[in-house]
C-alpha cells in the first residue's frame, strides 16, 4: 500500500505536465527530493525507496523477456549491478551482457531507454540512460 505522501505525489505528477516537465530534467535523487519538497511534499526516505523500486518494477515488467532477464539477472549480483553502474556507453553494456551470456543489441538498449523514459515520476534507469546518451 502507498503511503498519502507517495500518493498525493503520483496523483500531482499525473496532473501536472509543467511538473512532468520538471522531473524530466532532474539529474539526481537530492533534485528530485528538493522539487518533491518545493511542490509542499514531504517524502520520506522510505517514500522515496517505495517510489523508485515501484518505477524499476514497472520499466522491468515492461521489457522484453530477454532485457527483462538481462536486466533482472544485473541487478541481483551487487558485483555485476556495480559494473553495469559504471558503463559509459552502450559498447560497455553489450560487452557486459555478452560476458552474462546475453546477446544485447543497440536497438535493443535504445527500446529499454524508451520505455524507461515512459514511466511517470523518477527513476535511476532514466539518469543511467541519460548518462549513456540513449534519452535526453
Known amino acids: 500500500m502507498l503511503s498519502k ?6 496523483d500531482k ?28 511534499l514531504d517524502l520520506t526516505g522510505q517514500d522515496f525507496r517505495i517510489l523508485v523500486q515501484q518505477n524499476y518494477q514497472q520499466w522491468i515488467d515492461r521489457l522484453d523477456p530477454k532485457m527483462s532477464s538481462f536486466f533482472s539477472q544485473i ?12 558503463c559509459q556507453s552502450s559498447h560497455d553494456v553489450i560487452a557486459l551482457a555478452q560476458e552474462c551470456g ?24 532514466k539518469l543511467w540512460f541519460r548518462g549513456l546518451g540513449l534519452i535526453n
Open 5 to 10: 505522501s507517495i500518493q498525493a505525489f503520483n
Open 13 to 40: 505528477v499525473a496532473a501536472s505536465p509543467a511538473l512532468q516537465s520538471k522531473l524530466r530534467a532532474l539529474t539526481s535523487p537530492l533534485e528530485f527530493l528538493a522539487l518533491a519538497k518545493s511542490e509542499g
Open 75 to 86: 541487478h541481483e549480483s551487487k558485483e555485476l549491478d556495480d559494473r553495469l553502474r559504471v
Open 102 to 125: 546475453v546477446k544485447l543489441a543497440e536497438d535493443d538498449l535504445q527500446q529499454a531507454a524508451i520505455i524507461a523514459e515512459g514511466i511517470p515520476g523518477f527513476s535511476f534507469e
